[in-house]
């Protein structure tokens, strides 16, 4: 089975400052990665992807992720935070063939003017 | 594409009463998906179709959920005999094949009281 791990639920950055949000994963099988963002009373929008290839996707809103397979790690970074930023982020990760995403629980993002 | 599109937005039920979401894909997509996600957790996987037939169902949708496709296009959702525990967001995404990334919906928020 697949699964996600990201730690510390609540994030606090100040604005302009890194926002760094980690995620682990468990795969047995290459996996695919994906963060998503996901707005109060909304659902879902897809950020970034990592399938194959260069291991640093960029995504939109100015987010990147780096795929380190030694760490079994998907990091999300951004290099300036703004207000706009503040909503709850989940990393998910599935494979070839595999139909479903596993989530991580989580990190909501608050920034501070 | 007009995204994805669910009904209702809220629902408010009484425990036990019978309630049916209702969610339209992207119009080429094949794939649709159900996920649950409660407050603080991030989703989890209910079901998948591909065209009209339910190809996986999770462990989580027990004998009182149902899940239809008539025809390929859109999906319902029906759970029976609603309990608290039923209180969640369900989020319907979608996929085509080839494309690795699902979009979601607005997702349904179920109040049970």
């Known amino acids: 089975a697949q699964s996600v791990t990201q730690l510390g639920s609540h994030v606090s950055v100040s604005e302009g400052a890194l926002v760094l949000l980690r995620c682990n994963y468990s795969?047995?099988?290459?996996?695919?990665l994906f963060w998503y963002v996901q707005y109060p009373n909304q659902g879902l929008q897809l950020l970034l992807k990592y399938t194959t290839g260069a291991t640093l996707v960029k995504g939109i809103n100015g987010f990147e992720a780096e795929f380190k397979k030694s760490e079994t790690s998907f990091h999300l970074t951004k290099p300036s935070a703004h207000m706009s930023d503040a909503a709850e982020y989940f990393c998910?990760?599935?494979?070839?063939?595999?139909?479903?995403?596993?989530f991580g629980k989580g990190n909501q993002v608050v920034v501070i003017p | 594409d007009t995204g994805v599109s669910q009904d209702p937005r809220h629902k408010i039920t009484k425990r036990g009463q019978n309630v049916t979401f209702r969610c339209d894909p992207i119009?080429?997509?094949?794939?649709l998906y159900w996920y649950r996600q409660t407050l603080g957790q991030g989703p989890e996987f209910l079901t998948y179709?591909?065209?009209?037939?339910?190809?996986?169902k999770s462990r989580l949708l027990s004998d009182r959920f149902s899940a239809e496709r008539p025809k390929g296009s859109f999906s319902t959702l029906e759970i029976q005999r609603t309990e608290q525990g039923d209180s969640a967001m369900y989020l319907c995404?979608?996929?085509?094949?080839?494309?690795?990334?699902?979009?979601f919906g607005q997702g349904t928020r179920l109040t049970v009281v």
């Open positions: 795969s047995s099988v290459p996996p695919y």
């Open positions: 995404a979608s996929s085509s094949t080839g494309r690795i990334e699902a979009f």
């Open positions: 119009s080429e997509h094949n794939r």
């Open positions: 179709f591909q065209n009209e037939a339910q190809l996986e």
């Open positions: 998910a990760v599935s494979s070839y063939g595999n139909n479903r995403l596993a």
